[in-house]
């Protein structure tokens, strides 16, 4: 019952930007927006999270519509190393608790 | 360096013969947890832990135990595996169980023939 839902695949340009979009339209106003990425069958990789706001850190940029029903990840100069599943991931509140739900993400795959 | 260790990281194994994969991390989170991946599935949690001596399910945990004696550990317990428990483990950190960035282990390939 993953909660988000992005596309199967993308492909990007190497050094162009590369732009993963997620839907989560049943979003809950208290409830967080993660973006993980998994590099072969390595232990997946926290990018960036947010609530609202659009964030920003040295990996990449997060943006999320003001009904925050969807949000986009952005990877401004992509590299061949980024070449990895993308989840993006909204957090569950479950009897106090905090868990990640995830999907089966977007595999970007980045074109020398 | 801030990180999770997971042992083994390759294990094959008969059908009922106990095991135990090992987590440890370095970094005094609180809130520890395990996945397991499974080809079209994507990444499900089988238990997690609060803190010391506070475990609980997570959305697929028949067949698995846990405990959790000291912050630093989590150990996953199989304790007569089955074929259908082959899988990709994942064992995870995070600060607390807030809004905070977890940390994943590298991961361990079980086998259970």
């Known amino acids: 019952d993953a909660k988000t839902t992005q596309p199967p695949s993308m492909d990007c340009a190497e050094g162009r930007a590369a732009n993963l979009p997620c839907n989560h339209s049943?979003?809950?106003?208290?409830?967080?927006v993660y973006w993980y990425r998994q590099i072969h069958s390595q232990g997946p990789q926290y990018i960036i999270h947010?609530?609202?706001n659009n964030e920003t850190n040295e990996m990449a940029s997060l943006i999320i519509t003001e009904d925050r029903k969807s949000s986009t990840l952005i990877l401004p100069h992509a590299t061949l190393r980024d070449t990895a599943v993308y989840y993006c991931?909204?957090?569950?509140?479950?009897?106090?608790?905090?868990?990640?739900?995830f999907g089966t993400g977007t595999r970007l795959k980045v074109l020398a | 360096e801030a990180q999770v260790t997971q042992n083994p990281r390759y294990l094959i194994t008969v059908t009922g013969k106990k095991l135990t994969v090992t987590c440890s991390q370095n970094?005094?989170?609180?809130?520890m947890s395990w996945y397991r991946q499974d080809p079209g599935l994507g990444l499900r949690q089988i238990y997690y832990?609060?803190?010391?001596?506070?475990?609980d399910k997570g959305d697929v945990p028949e067949g698995y135990k846990v405990s959790r004696k000291e912050k630093r550990n989590f150990p996953l317990i199989l304790e007569s595996p089955s074929p259908n428990q082959t899988s990709l483990y994942f064992c995870?950190?995070?600060?607390?169980?807030?809004?905070?960035?977890?940390?994943f282990g590298q991961g361990t390939r079980l086998t259970v023939v």
């Open positions: 947010g609530l609202k």
């Open positions: 049943t979003i809950s106003g208290n409830e967080y």
């Open positions: 832990s609060m803190n010391v001596e506070v475990t």
């Open positions: 995870a950190s995070r600060r607390d169980r807030e809004h905070t960035e977890a940390f």
């Open positions: 991931i909204v957090s569950r509140t479950t009897s106090g608790t905090y868990k990640y739900i």
């Open positions: 970094m005094n989170h609180e809130y």
